[in-house]
């Protein structure tokens, strides 16, 4: 087995230890939100009558109630939240926007190869859209069309960029490009690169608790009522009123259709139960950068990054010149619980800090003002399923996998589609249509995973080479991705 370039090339413990040492645990996204933009909603007391209950406050029921109010806006419209708006996945992430619907074009033509051109255009769409509600809707989230930066940091994934820019010029995809080592130095100085492929139009970066905050400040001016501190207790559909009952410990909100967008959390319909598991993802956010710390490492196309290993790391730059730099570890606790507790791991952000001075040596002595984790909801395809349910009273869409940002927004329209009875471009595609497998109970869930990422690891010493249980979770559209 070979090493990586991060065993390979390690900075002094000293440097770890003094970048982390003033550290807040915290979210950096949701500390730098203007005071009031989150909080402070009433729980649900009482009584309500809708026409359309939402289940959870962050991407996917925020933009599910924005748009239905652009389909209907006398629509009465509902929605409830457990803890407060933003507070999960949708204010803690890497604020990565991406166009793809499928977590990447390799995924995507290896579950739905025909679909994919539709696809394609669909998620650019999409991003258009999200790019678009900025002015539509007097919101400001940050959002930088700066598109994303694959930088290869072994000499086996040089190739790998080569084949993936050659595809792209093959099927006349724009704004690729290819980045020898020089250029992509150039563009981005880590002595870590070897070379790059950058795909100038397919991703964005945003601000995530400003875009989560924004879409409810926009939801209520449209006249959605938000409740927050009400956790659902359970979802009712009475066989013969054709409505549906969300039931919290204070009230009720009975409505003619429901949506849940509980995202990682569990689902309120059995069925969904073993759909996905929780997958602890954690995140260091620096200090400002000087202008002297800038100008050592370019990066003045400010692109997202993320590398070519199986345990990836992803970073970009925030609008006041700090970086955050997240991935690698991918940690799955037995049980597929969402405790509070997992996501205090010191080593992974010691080894995320090492990381970051191997991947820029010339920013040593820069600390670290935030750390943080949070659960990512997992499915076994790697990106989300959607479906109805009771009647086709409920819509429900989960398993983002990590790539919710831009592609919430089209979950919301695709859920809206299926309630209203629409046979359109969405609702046709397989997948939407079919649901991928489920994960199996414990302790079968946990030996797998496990399995698999320690294989994953293995794969990423031993330059990209996949062991016997990869390439048969491959050939089964099993898997799991870091």
Known sequence: MGTTVFERHQPPASVIAHSLENTARSVFWLDDLPEGAVGGRPK????????????????????????????????HIVLVEAKSIGWAASGRNGGFCEASLTHGDENGQARWPKEMPTLHRLGMENLDAIEAAEAEYGMDFHFERTGM?????????????????????KHGEEGVVFLDQEAVQASVASPTYLAGVWEQRTNAMVHPARLVSELARVAEELGVEIFEHSPVKRIDTPGSTGAVSVITDAGRVDAAHAVLATNVFPSLLKRNRLMTVPVYDYVLM??????????????????????????????????????????????????????????????????????????????????????WAGAIDTSTQFTAFFGTARDNRVAYAAGFTGLGVGSTRFAAEVMLDLLEGRDNERTQLEMVRKRPLPFPPEPAASMGINATRWSLNRADHNQGKRNLLLKTLDALGLGFDS
Do not use: C
Not at 152 to 160: D, K, L, P, R, S
Not at 339 to 362: C, D, G, I, M, V
């Open 44 to 75: 649900l007391a009482g009584d309500r009558v809708a026409d359309l209950v939402i289940v959870g406050g962050g991407y996917t029921g925020l933009w599910t109630a924005v748009l239905a109010k652009r389909r209907n806006p006398d629509a």
């Open 149 to 169: 930066l694959a930088p290869a940091i072994e000499e086996h994934q040089v190739e790998w960029l080569r084949d993936w820019h050659a595809e792209a010029v």
């Open 286 to 371: 620096t200090e400002p950068l000087s202008q002297q710390q800038l100008a050592d490492i370019g990066w003045n196309d400010r692109q997202g990054i993320g590398d070519m290993a199986n345990q990836f790391h992803y970073y970009r730059l925030s609008k006041d010149n700090r970086i955050l730099f997240g991935g690698y570890d991918a940690i799955y606790n037995y049980g597929r619980k969402v405790r509070s507790e997992y996501e205090n791991r010191p080593e992974s952000w010691q080894k995320l800090a090492s990381h970051f001075f191997t991947t820029f040596p010339q920013l040593e002595g820069l600390q670290f003002s935030h750390q």
